[in-house]
């Protein structure tokens, strides 16, 4: 059964309202110290709805301008950046977003908390998020290695409204020899990785996969596919 949100999209009944439950956790050895877990059911279902229309409502998103290869395009994707006090700025695509504090939207920090106690020994100090109005909206293929998360970041993407596919592919190696064709084919199914991004789900990018995959939420055909994701990252002090 699919019922209706005040966003007007549609999304699928709770398959299991006890939110004890979070869903089957996997871990993806993605090899060479790369690693990516996914919770499916990380959040309840009905508060993450909740989550979603706040986050719509009250984040004060842009759609920016940023320069691909040399040239200034339009950002495919609403954006806001949320970080602590003191950290060095953000840049990337030659964009430095606005910096907006925590204390001015507490949900962000309950979330927060959920993540921290999820994944023990983790701090995050900052948060992009990521609005996609449509199926046309899209993050083209690209890592997050700026120097300011350290060599291994860990990241922490929380997912809400329609599923998406999330796409990883292994960056060519440079230190390798080209290998044969039968190897490259042998080695294909390893070296791409799907998800489909569920409403209320986490998903955890850790050790190497910055340095040496690369990640995407390609385009999506059918319409009213409305989605918030929520990065949580730490900046290097
Ligand atoms: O929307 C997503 O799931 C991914 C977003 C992303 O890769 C990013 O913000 O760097
Ligand atoms: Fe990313």
Request: hydrophobic letters at 30%; charged letters at 25%.
């Given at each position: 059964m699919n019922s209706q949100s005040s966003?007007?999209?549609?999304?699928?009944?709770?398959?299991?309202?006890?939110?004890?439950?979070?869903?089957?956790?996997?871990?993806?050895?993605?090899?060479?110290?790369?690693?990516?877990?996914?919770?499916?059911?990380?959040?309840?279902?009905?508060?993450?709805?909740?989550?979603?229309?706040?986050?719509?409502?009250?984040?004060?998103?842009?759609?920016?301008?940023?320069?691909?290869?040399g040239?200034?395009?339009?950002?495919?994707?609403?954006?806001?950046y949320i970080a602590s006090e003191g950290l060095p700025e953000l840049r990337y695509s030659g964009y430095t977003p606005c910096v907006y504090s925590w204390d001015n939207y507490p949900p962000l920090k309950t979330i927060l908390d959920a993540v921290h106690e999820a994944l023990p020994g983790s701090s995050f100090n900052s948060l992009?998020?990521?609005?996609?109005?449509?199926?046309?909206?899209y993050v083209?293929?690209?890592?997050?290695?700026?120097?300011?998360?350290?060599?291994?970041?860990?990241?922490?993407s929380v997912s809400f409204g329609c599923e998406r596919e999330f796409l990883l592919k292994k960056k060519p190696s440079k230190a390798l020899p080209a290998q044969s064709t039968s190897s490259r084919l042998k080695g294909k199914a390893a070296d791409h990785h799907s998800f489909m991004l569920k409403h209320g789900s986490l998903l955890v990018m850790r050790g190497y996969t910055q340095r040496d995959w690369v990640?995407?939420?390609?385009?999506?055909?059918?319409?009213?596919?409305?989605?918030?994701n929520l990065t949580f990252r730490n900046v290097m002090t």
């Open positions: 966003l007007g999209f549609v999304l699928t009944t709770n398959p299991n309202p006890n939110t004890n439950n979070k869903g089957r956790k996997r871990i993806l050895d993605l090899g060479n110290g790369s690693e990516v877990i996914y919770i499916s059911r990380f959040l309840p279902f009905d508060e993450s709805r909740k989550w979603l229309d706040y986050l719509n409502m009250e984040m004060p998103w842009t759609r920016p301008s940023i320069r691909v290869f040239r200034s395009c339009t950002q495919p994707r609403d954006t806001c992009l998020l990521n609005r996609y109005q449509s199926g046309s909206d083209a293929w690209h890592s997050d290695d700026e120097k300011l998360y350290g060599p291994t970041p860990e990241i922490a990640h995407s939420v390609p385009k999506r055909a059918k319409a009213g596919a409305f989605r918030i």
